[in-house]
């Protein structure tokens, strides 16, 4: 079983993919929030997520942080509708390789996901690169 654990948080103003992928303004704040997926001691994935600032006040202050868009939708009061994902695959980028040690530009799984409260605003970005030089049935829990 996948074992996932969140290594950064930060916050900032958002990007210009951030905008776009959240439906942000100029100037509106984010988290972003890393996390790394574990089997056993093996590093297996990836995780850079960004949430509207707005939705989570004194997100980057909590301790522990709630795993997951799920535990922090309801920590949060934020009911969770549809999410769009789309998966491809990439070039490992040079942080992503040396955690899942791996060459620099090695083939990963990219999943790119957008997750929606129940009235369709975005209230999750991530970018998830998984492992795909050893064969492994990756759970993770939602």
């Not at 301790?63 to 920590?75: I, K």
């Not at 998966?87 to 799984?109: D, F, H, K, N, R």
């Not at 998830?128 to 829990?141: A, H, I, N, Y």
Request: aromatic share 4%; proline share 7%.
């Amino acid at each position: 079983m996948l074992e996932v654990k969140t290594t950064q948080i930060t916050d900032g103003v958002a990007s210009e993919t951030e905008r776009e992928r959240l439906r942000l303004e100029s100037g509106d704040a984010v988290y972003r929030i890393r996390r790394i997926g574990f089997i056993g001691a093996r590093a297996m994935m990836v995780e850079h997520a960004s949430l509207p600032a707005i939705l989570f006040p004194g997100l980057a202050s909590m301790n522990p942080l709630p795993e997951g868009v799920v535990q922090l939708a309801l920590r949060f009061g934020i009911p969770l509708g549809n999410a769009q994902e789309r998966i491809s695959v990439a070039p490992a980028p040079v942080e992503v390789a040396m955690i899942l040690q791996v060459a620099a530009g090695a083939p990963t799984a990219v999943l790119d996901r957008v997750v929606l409260s129940s009235d369709g605003r975005p209230v999750e970005w991530r970018l998830t690169w998984r492992d795909l030089g050893q064969r492994s049935d990756l759970v993770q829990p939602t």
